[in-house]
């Protein structure tokens, strides 16, 4: 039923376009998620926190392959710290060299994939 401007002089002025609320979404939130809301309503927090909140791309598969290669030789670097206390720092040079130029190469390799427009420096690699 529509509302006459003329048989409701008083009333509520329509709202324009771009002042009407959309259909509504549904979100699932845990409770922990939902506690941070504090006392505020939690349609308002929701609102707030969806309106301000910083968006990120997911990771890519390639990217992901090399944060995971970055893990393994993190992991390969302690057991060199570990084996370098216990054994001495010279016995083990050679393998830390190794493992730093492997460090190096994922480096490279992950921001070539970040940032493919800027020229990265080749030089680098040849430490």
Do not use: F
């Amino acid at each position: 039923m529509v509302k006459h401007v003329i048989n409701n002089p008083s009333g509520r002025k329509p709202l324009s376009d771009d002042e009407k609320m959309g259909a509504p979404i549904s979100v699932r939130y845990t409770g922990k998620q939902m506690r941070k809301a504090g006392t505020m309503p939690l349609c308002a927090y929701i609102r707030e926190s969806s309106l301000n909140a910083i968006v990120r791309l997911p990771v890519s598969k390639e990217l992901m392959k090399e944060i995971r290669d970055l893990n393994n030789l993190g992991t390969n670097i302690n057991l060199l710290a570990k084996s370098a206390r216990t054994a001495g720092y010279k016995s083990i040079a050679d393998q830390c060299l190794v493992a730093a130029e492997g460090v190096c190469k994922v480096l490279h390799e992950a921001r070539v994939k970040i940032k493919p427009k800027e020229e990265v420096d080749d030089s680098l690699l040849n430490r």
